[in-house]
C-alpha cells in the first residue's frame, strides 16, 4: 500500500514517524518547510517535491495541517493535491477544521470520485510521540475499517462518531473544554497562592481533586518548572476557539464562556504567547494587575 502524509509540524512528523512501523506500505511524505522532512527520510520515508508528486500513486492521503485556510491551498489552490489523486484513493483529514468545513472538502472529494474520511485527534505531542492518540472519525465505516490497521499504529483509541463532519464536531467540544479547563484551573491556582498557599502544594494537590479535569496533571508539572515548550500552541488553541466561534454561530448556539476563554487566549496571544504550550495562558494570567 502507498500512503502519504502531509503536515510535518509537532504532530504530523510524529504521526508520521510511527506510520512508518507499519512494514504493509510504502511512505511518501510531504512538508512546505523541507527541513521537516529530513528526519522521516532517514527514517525510511520517500520526500516528495510538491504535495501534488507525494499522492500520485497513493492509496491512502493523511493530512495534517494547521488551518481550514492552509487545507484549502494545499488541497485545492494552485498545485493542490486533490486533482493529482488517483480515483477511488481515500484522504484522511487529520486537520482540526470546522464541521462545515470538513462538509465541503467531502463534498469537493467525492466530486474528484475519491473517498475522504475526518479523523482530527485528541492528544497532543507526546502522545502523538508515543502513539497514544485518540482518533475521532466521521465518515463511512467501512473506511474507517479500512484505514483502522494505520490508525492503530498512530494512536490507542478510534472513535467513529458518524458521517462524514461529526469527528471535526466532536473534536470542537474537545477542545471546548481543553481550553476553558485550563483557563478556570489557572485562575484557580493564582487565586490559590494569592490566599496564601505555595504553588508547589496547589500544583501538586489540585490535579488529584475530582473535580479537575485529568490533563491539568501534566500541565501543573510544566507550571511547576516553568515550562511552555509548545505540546499544542497557544495559537493554535486560538484557531481552534475561533473556529467553534463559527460552529456555534451556524447552529445558533450562545457560548458565553468560551467565547470569553477565545478573548482572553487571543490577548495572550496578542502578548507574544502564541508560539508557547497553551497552558503559557497560567503565566499570562499571573502577570496581570
Given amino acids: 500500500m502507498n500512503v502519504a502524509f502531509i503536515g ?14 507499519h512494514e504493509g506500505i ?10 521537516a522532512m529530513v528526519p522521516l527520510r532517514k527514517a525510511g520515508a520517500q520526500a516528495a517535491d510538491s504535495a501534488r508528486q507525494a499522492v500520485a500513486d497513493a492509496d491512502m ?6 488551518a ?31 464541521p462545515s468545513y470538513t462538509r465541503e472538502c467531502a463534498e469537493r472529494a467525492d466530486d474528484r470520485g475519491l473517498r475522504f474520511l475526518d479523523a482530527p485527534v485528541a492528544g497532543t505531542k507526546m502522545p502523538a510521540e508515543t502513539g497514544e492518540l485518540t482518533f475521532l472519525l466521521g465518515g463511512e465505516s467501512a ?10 499504529h498512530m494512536g490507542q483509541k478510534i472513535l467513529h462518531v ?20 485550563m483557563l478556570v484551573y489557572s485562575e484557580t491556582a493564582l487565586l490559590g497562592e494569592k490566599l496564601g498557599f505555595s504553588r508547589d502544594f496547589l500544583m501538586d494537590t489540585l490535579p488529584n481533586l475530582p473535580v479537575t479535569a485529568p490533563f491539568l496533571k501534566g500541565k501543573a508539572e510544566l507550571i511547576k518548572e ?11 488553541m486560538l484557531k481552534d ?47 496581570l494587575h
Wanted: charged content about 20%; overall charge negative; some cysteine.
Fill in 26 to 35: 510504502t511512505l511518501t511524505v510531504f512538508n512546505r518547510s523541507s527541513e
Fill in 226 to 236: 516553568g515550562d511552555y515548550d509548545p505540546q499544542f500552541p497557544l495559537e493554535l
Fill in 8 to 21: 510535518l509540524g509537532i504532530m504530523g512528523s510524529r504521526m508520521a514517524t510511527n506510520l512508518l512501523k
Fill in 61 to 66: 492521503v493523511f493530512t495534517m495541517l494547521s
Fill in 143 to 152: 473506511d474507517v475499517e479500512e484505514v483502522r490497521p494505520l490508525l492503530d
Fill in 162 to 181: 458518524g458521517p462524514v463532519g461529526q469527528g471535526s464536531a466532536f473534536k470542537m467540544l474537545v477542545n471546548a473544554l481543553l481550553a476553558q479547563s
Fill in 68 to 98: 481550514p485556510e492552509v487545507v484549502e491551498k494545499v488541497a485545492f489552490g494552485d498545485g493542490g493535491f486533490i486533482n493529482a489523486m488517483g480515483e477511488g484513493a481515500l484522504w484522511i483529514n487529520c486537520s482540526t477544521v470546522n
Fill in 241 to 287: 476557539l475561533q473556529l467553534l466561534d463559527v460552529t456555534a454561530y451556524e447552529h445558533k448556539q450562545p457560548l458565553f464562556l468560551a467565547s470569553l476563554a477565545k478573548s482572553v487566549y487571543g490577548q495572550a496571544n496578542n502578548a507574544g504567547r502564541g508560539r508557547d504550550d497553551f497552558a503559557a495562558v497560567f503565566e499570562y494570567l499571573e502577570k
